[in-house]
């Protein structure tokens, strides 16, 4: 049984979109600018500490945002209906922040603090983390598989194949992952109904 949110527009999802999309094209013209300044370098987090908020809405390619994207919309518009707007924005938010907090510590303990770290895919694995808790049933096709897969599945798969590629932010994702389960864990506590 799943129950829907009646107080759900997409206009916070849009936006972020939105933002994401218009950064994006002022880094094409100047990406170095963009980068610094927007990107989350966690040697210069004392200098420039709004980078871990920032760096959620920067992208490297068009590959990155075009995937991220649609990515976002498609959990991020049925988490939201399920839990709301601000419930939504709480999630996208906090997991993209815990997921940057990951990635400083590693940073300073395990690796570099001078690489500069873009993108809302730690935002988004908390998006998919809480819908996996939620609706684990819900199937979903993923490219290349040709069949539908259960969407807890799709989530953890995501993370094993996407996060270990090089280059990858893998930290950011995992601590987006763990807010996004919890989350999920508390949304399904809270609303005591039993989900598909």
């Known amino acids: 049984m799943v ?3 009646r107080g759900f527009s997409l206009n916070s999802l849009w ?4 933002i994401c999309v218009v950064i994006f094209i002022v880094s094409m013209v100047n990406p170095g600018a963009v980068y610094y300044y927007l990107g989350l370098q966690p040697a210069a987090l004392a200098s420039r500490p709004w980078t871990v908020l920032t760096s959620l809405f920067v992208h490297a390619s068009p590959w990155h945002l075009i995937f991220n994207m649609l990515t976002l919309f498609f959990f991020g518009s049925y988490l939201g209906r399920l839990v709301g707007e601000a419930k ?5 938010f906090a997991g993209g922040l815990l997921g940057n907090a990951f990635y400083i510590l590693y940073a300073f303990f395990l690796g570099s ?10 935002a988004i694995f908390a998006l998919g983390g809480a819908l996996a808790v939620m609706v684990p049933k819900t199937k979903v096709i993923v490219f290349p598989i040709p069949a539908p897969i259960p969407l807890w599945a799709a989530i953890l798969g995501g993370v094993v194949l996407i996060s270990f ?10 601590g987006g992952l763990l807010f996004g389960l919890l989350a999920g864990f508390y949304f399904r506590r809270q609303r005591r109904v039993y989900w598909l």
């Open 113 to 122: 603090p001078y690489t500069i770290a873009v993108g809302a895919s730690g």
């Open 3 to 5: 129950t829907l949110h």
């Open 15 to 18: 936006l972020i979109i939105g």
């Open 88 to 92: 939504f924005l709480i999630v996208f």
């Open 165 to 174: 590629w090089p280059g990858i932010a893998w930290q950011a994702h995992l």
